[in-house]
């Protein structure tokens, strides 16, 4: 049971140059979830997917765009890299919202150069 | 503002003793909190959670306490153990229901 799946799990990119982070998740889980996290704070949700073909923005979307086209993967867009969006990604699913509990992947290391 | 704080970003403590993580928090509203505990290079993993209806859940060596008038929480953990130290995260629940407010974390360094 592979869990959550992130791919790539690091990536370097030039300021201009976009990407897709791909999560996967083999739980049947509805709600799906990016994350960020940076030196010295908690987890910030970027977006987030509470089922199959339905995206909302989370606390920082601003430069990322999400789609959700099938219920076990939710795919993460950078449309055109900056030097701030140097983080660790994190993509996490729960079978609920809120309090539940989410189960996250290993993580991606983006640097933006 | 952060509505989570975790004030203290790193704690040594003697293994075998016990540790204290504190969370702090501003939000009267918040109804739940969950700990996550994250190793090196891996996501971060559910440990224990509590209802503001209970002031203390006990999960084997892990007890979190809930002080709600003073809006603190705390971990603890006894005895420690070297596979204890990773950094702990303290979260709530946000006003969206669907969005976690995470604190900064707290590393846990365990002495051998």
């Known amino acids: 049971n592979a869990g959550v799946t992130q791919t790539p799990k690091f990536r370097v990119l030039k300021t201009g140059q976009s990407m897709t982070l791909l999560c996967a998740q083999d739980m049947n889980h509805e709600y799906m979830y990016w994350y960020r996290q940076d030196p010295g704070m908690g987890l910030r949700l970027i977006h987030y997917?509470?089922?199959?073909?339905?995206?909302a923005k989370g606390e920082v979307p601003d430069g990322y765009n999400v789609s959700r086209l099938k219920k076990q993967n939710f795919l993460l867009g950078l449309e055109s890299a900056a030097p701030s969006q140097t983080s660790v990604y994190f993509c996490?699913?729960?079978?609920?919202?809120?309090?539940?509990?989410?189960?996250f992947g290993q993580g991606t290391r983006l640097t933006v150069v | 503002d952060q509505q989570v704080k975790q004030n203290s970003p790193s704690l040594s403590v003697q293994e075998g003793r016990i540790s204290i993580l504190n969370c702090d928090y501003t939000n009267s509203m918040f109804d739940y909190f969950l700990w996550y505990k994250k190793y090196p290079a891996e996501g971060p993993t559910f440990l224990i959670s509590?209802?503001?209806i209970k002031d203390k859940n006990e999960d084997g060596r892990f007890t979190v306490f809930l002080n709600k008038s003073a809006k603190h929480l705390s971990l603890h953990i006894v005895p420690s153990q070297p596979g204890d130290s990773a950094v702990y995260f303290c979260a709530a629940p946000g006003d969206s229901n669907y969005q976690l407010i995470w604190g900064a974390g707290t590393k846990l360094i365990i002495k051998p």
């Open positions: 996490a699913s729960s079978y609920a919202g809120g309090g539940t509990e989410a189960f």
């Open positions: 509590i209802s503001s």
């Open positions: 997917s509470v089922g199959e073909g339905t995206t």
